[in-house]
């Protein structure tokens, strides 16, 4: 009996620590200009970790852990969601990449933001035009602008694993909240009918 | 000397090889001119912020180069000037006259003329190439036309290749006028036919004119040759003139999509000129996308935006307007090509900018229809394959 007990508690242990923590393996990779992690969140504004590839949007909304910073802090600030292909001996620098979001106007610099529009496409939409070429890994970038500056050149990033139609997160999600703050994308600020993929 | 000191020797001119390419790849770069794979736009004015915003975004917004990707779209500004201006001589060696522009169109090349306006970056992109095998210079036109039929059978000629349009926005022409004018509001096709082959030289003689000056004369303004907006205009008046092509014996050229056509002129023209004018590149002008290039670039002190003060559009009802088209035309072959474009990519070019059947290419995706918005211009996404006007 009580090792009945134990290992449920190992179980339900591990199923927090893995619907918190991500997968316990890492990106086969360090990238130098990531700066931060990022945390996913679906259209109830719960933190995600894994999904469908075929989900469109790919998710609600991304959050940063690092705050927007010096010239990013302004007025008219954006974040833009990208994917990017890990290529193993090409420099991260060079690995090529898709936007997954317009730019979105956030309004908690502490905790830039890209917001998903229900005209946002899926994760395999990336995945058809540069497939997984470096055990599954696909990397998300959170890139933050401004008026009159150009894109800037670290990112807060987050590392995922692509099994067939699955994606999961890799290594350690971030601890941002989905509510800290809000976003709209540019997709609706020019045509209100683009709803936002997050339900109000 | 033994293997071992050749192979030393052999590795160190190896280094030195590279050593000199590396140099000079980054001489090449210096310039900013496109390097082989980049993808290279030229042609049309009205076209050519939306397809800037397209490739770089706009203030915040990022285009499509800003996913830092080893292959960039270089999209060549008609003429020269980021404000739509026409180059001229300096006024000190005498009398301005124009200039024709000149562009880069690859890395290590010579300039060339630059291709002013979508007729002109039409025609460069069938001259790229000849007897079948194309340069790959150019690896699109914007142009608010289709290719003619002539235009195909010269492609094939030149380039190997059919020519592939995809409709990628929409726009307005109308009739702009001083914002104190003397013309009417409502400018019908059948009095623009008039007007511009010289029937009709004062507002009075327009039937119904009611204006404060029957006797003055019309100054009628169209865009100089080449320029594709001045075909869409003439085109849109032949159903007004039984299907012929209208001749504008009475118009003066200027530069297409500028205010200071109008408002430029001297003060006794300005009422009395008419120029077509796009919806786009108005709604861009009263954004405060362009700056007073008259003042000098300073973070501390930044340029005033141009705006459209001093002209205005007639768009009531029964004036004037066409809509017309924003098209990217580039080779059937670079469409059907397996020459796949980015790193560890499985699309080429076309398909991942342009055109791609059941997918999202640049053009049609959410954010990059979202750049087209804000430039102005309904987005759209329609397949003209090899059509021809």
């Known amino acids: 009996m009580a090792a009945l007990a134990t290992v449920a508690v190992v179980v339900a242990a591990a199923i927090v620590w893995l619907t918190t923590r991500g997968s316990a393996a890492a990106a086969p990779y360090e990238d130098p200009a990531s700066i931060g992690t990022l945390t996913l969140c679906d259209a109830a504004g719960k933190p995600v970790i894994s999904g469908s590839t075929s989900a469109a949007p790919f998710v609600a909304r991304v959050v940063s852990s690092t705050a927007a910073a010096g010239p990013y802090a302004v007025a008219g600030r954006t974040a833009t969601l990208f994917a990017h292909q890990p290529r193993e001996g090409a420099d991260p620098a060079e690995w090529s990449g898709q936007q997954l979001t317009a730019a979105a106007r956030y309004t908690d610099p502490a905790h830039p933001m890209a ?7 899926a994760l395999a939409d990336f995945l058809a035009a540069f497939p997984p070429r470096w055990h599954g890994s696909v990397q998300l970038r959170l890139a933050l602008a401004a008026p009159d500056a150009p894109p800037s050149g670290h990112y807060a990033s987050l590392d995922l694993k692509v099994d067939g139609r699955h994606w999961q997160v890799v290594g350690t999600p971030g601890t941002a909240s989905c509510t800290t703050g809000d976003a709209t994308s540019t997709e609706t600020l020019l045509d209100p009918s683009v709803t936002s993929a997050t339900r109000p | 000397m033994s293997k071992r000191r050749t192979a030393a020797g052999t590795a160190l001119v190896g280094v030195l090889v590279a050593g000199a390419l590396a140099a000079s790849q980054h001489s090449a770069l210096a310039d900013g001119a496109p390097q082989p794979k980049d993808v290279v736009g030229v042609g049309s004015d009205i076209m050519q912020n939306s397809v800037n915003f397209l490739a770089d975004g706009h203030g915040a917004d990022l285009g499509y180069n800003a996913a830092g990707n080893k292959y960039r779209i270089f999209s060549f500004d008609a003429t020269g000037d980021a404000n739509g201006r ?60 289709l290719p003619t039929a002539a235009q195909q059978t010269a492609a094939q000629q030149n380039l190997g290749s059919a020519l592939h349009s995809v409709q990628i926005a929409t726009d307005i022409d109308y009739i702009a006028t001083a914002t104190t004018t003397n013309a009417p509001a409502n400018l019908t096709g059948d009095d623009l036919v008039k007007i511009y082959t010289g029937q009709y030289t004062t507002w009075g003689q327009i039937p119904g004119y009611a204006g404060p000056a029957p006797s003055a004369t019309i100054k009628p303004l169209i865009p100089q040759n080449g320029a594709g907006m001045r075909t869409v205009f003439l085109n849109a ?30 003060d006794a023209e300005k009422p009395n000129a008419i120029v077509p004018f796009p919806k786009g590149r108005f709604t861009l002008l009263d954004g405060g996308y362009f700056l007073n290039p008259n003042a000098p670039y300073s973070v501390a002190a930044p340029a005033d935006p141009l705006t459209t003060t001093g002209i205005q559009l007639h768009t009531g009802a029964g004036a004037w307007s066409t809509t017309f088209a924003y098209y990217v035309i580039f080779r059937q072959a670079d469409f059907d090509s397996n020459e796949v474009w980015q790193p560890g990519g499985t699309l080429n070019w076309v398909q991942t900018l342009f055109y791609n059947p059941g997918a ?12 087209l918005q804000s430039a102005g211009v309904t987005p759209a996404y329609v397949d003209r394959g090899n059509d021809v006007q």
């Open chain 2, 86 to 145: 026409k180059p001229f001589t300096d006024p000190a060696l005498g009398t301005p006259t124009q200039l024709n522009g000149t562009v880069t169109l690859r890395a290590g090349t010579s300039p060339v003329q630059r291709p002013n306006g979508g007729s002109a970056g039409l025609t460069a992109l069938i001259n790229d190439g000849k007897n079948g095998v194309s340069a790959n210079k150019i690896s699109f036109a914007r142009s608010p036309n």
């Open chain 2, 237 to 266: 008046l032949k159903q007004f003139n039984g299907g012929a092509a209208v001749n504008p014996t009475a118009a003066t050229e200027v530069q297409q999509n500028d205010p200071t056509s109008i408002t430029s002129l001297p």
């Open chain 1, 115 to 121: 917001q998903a529009t229900v005209k946002d496409v």
């Open chain 2, 360 to 371: 999202t290419p640049w053009v049609k995706s959410a954010p990059g229809q979202a750049l």
